[in-house]
């Protein structure tokens, strides 16, 4: 059994890449994430792998395309601002078919914003992000070991369904410390061959092209199906939550990442006042756990409150996955404001206060 040490998260995501076999690693340095690209540059030297901190972030996604055209196990990161940048390049990766990882380590917005932690990237994250017909997978982890063990997952799925994969924290998950356990993989995915892979003949007849133009609009539809079809498949085998007391409660929170730990306190606190409360912890945000509504409609009366740390973007979801069955209110901080539990138990309380 492998043996706890304490990480900062941003530091814990580069040893957890490096574990999962990330052989290439480009970056950009933007805060609260660049400890990720330190860490990286510090270790993977030492390892035989490719560490470049490119001239920005355009740069960065570009060649990360080159990368894992190639088949390499490869990743970046940056923050708000950055992948922004990096949104057409995102596009290219995931219209050519390629797998990579992507790590936000979302701070303030919009515009250069601050760099206190936020969620107002959900929107970017989780509706493309950039143009065309596509959708990546979205973890949200709510704690660094999770994040750790994510990673790992991320890689598997990006291999899995040749597709881009991010991992969405906030700034407090990529700079505060907890104890993580670095664990052997247990997954039982039977990742495909990459023979679309272009590195080199190695004996076949044909040359691998990786290209996301098609010129004829019936080839480009053709292709936008195959990728529905892909992302109907990710969605039926890799959406992910976690339900929390929500078999008889008043209201059901639902929060993701930090916030959604903030919540489990809330619950805490609203059960010394008689208030019942549930919790919804969506863990992959794209895609969105519309099946623990389903599961969960007939055990609230008072419906879903979503938290956030941004000014309303997830709730949307919940709206979409509730479709007006049951009241859905909401609570947010902005700018780098953290909701507190006293705050969240207060909207709590003028939900349902006046109706127990």
């Known amino acids: 059994m492998s043996q706890k040490v304490l990480m900062k998260g941003n530091e814990a995501i580069g040893e957890a890449a490096l574990k999962a076999g990330c052989k290439c690693f480009f970056g950009y340095p933007i805060t609260p994430q660049t400890e990720i690209s330190a860490y990286m540059a510090k270790k993977m030297p030492t390892m035989g792998r490719v560490f470049l901190q490119a001239e920005s972030e355009i740069a960065a996604i570009h060649m990360i395309y080159g990368a894992a055209g190639t088949g390499t196990r490869c990743m970046t990161s940056s923050s708000s601002p ?11 990766i995931a219209g050519a078919e390629l797998p990579c990882v992507i790590i936000n380590i979302v701070r303030g917005g919009p515009g250069l914003g601050g760099i206190q932690p936020a969620q107002s990237d959900y929107f970017q994250a989780t509706k493309g992000g950039a143009h065309g017909d596509f959708h990546m997978p979205v973890f949200a982890p709510s704690s660094i070991q999770e994040m750790v063990d994510l990673i790992q997952e991320a890689f598997d799925v990006a291999d899995q369904y040749r597709t881009p994969v991010m991992i969405m924290g906030d700034g407090m998950l990529g700079q505060m410390m907890e104890p993580v356990e670095f664990k052997e993989s247990t997954s039982t995915r039977q990742l495909p061959e990459k023979t679309w892979a272009a590195n080199g ?3 076949r007849v044909h040359h691998n092209v990786i290209n996301s133009l098609f010129l004829k609009s019936e080839a480009l539809e053709e292709h936008n199906i195959h990728l529905q079809k892909k992302f109907d498949a990710i969605t039926e085998n890799e959406t992910k939550y976690e339900l929390m007391n929500t078999d008889d409660a008043d209201l059901i929170l639902v929060a993701y990442g930090t916030t959604a730990r903030i919540c489990k306190n809330v619950i ?9 409360l549930g919790l919804i912890r969506p863990i992959t945000l794209w895609p ?12 609230t009366k008072f ?3 979503a938290v956030e740390m941004s000014m309303g973007q ?8 509730v479709e007006g069955r049951k009241p859905v209110h909401f609570y947010g901080r902005s700018g780098g404001m953290i909701p507190a539990p006293e705050d969240i138990l207060n909207k709590v309380m003028e939900i349902v206060g006046g109706n127990k």
Do not use: H
């Open 268 to 276: 805490k606190l609203a059960k010394a006042q008689g208030i019942n």
């Open 303 to 305: 419906g879903y409150l």
């Open 201 to 203: 003949r190695n004996g």
């Open 82 to 92: 950055g992948i922004s940048l990096k949104a057409e390049g995102i596009s290219y």
């Open 288 to 299: 969105y756990p519309a099946a623990a509504f389903d599961a969960t409609i007939g055990n």
């Open 314 to 321: 997830m709730v949307e979801d919940v709206r979409l996955s």
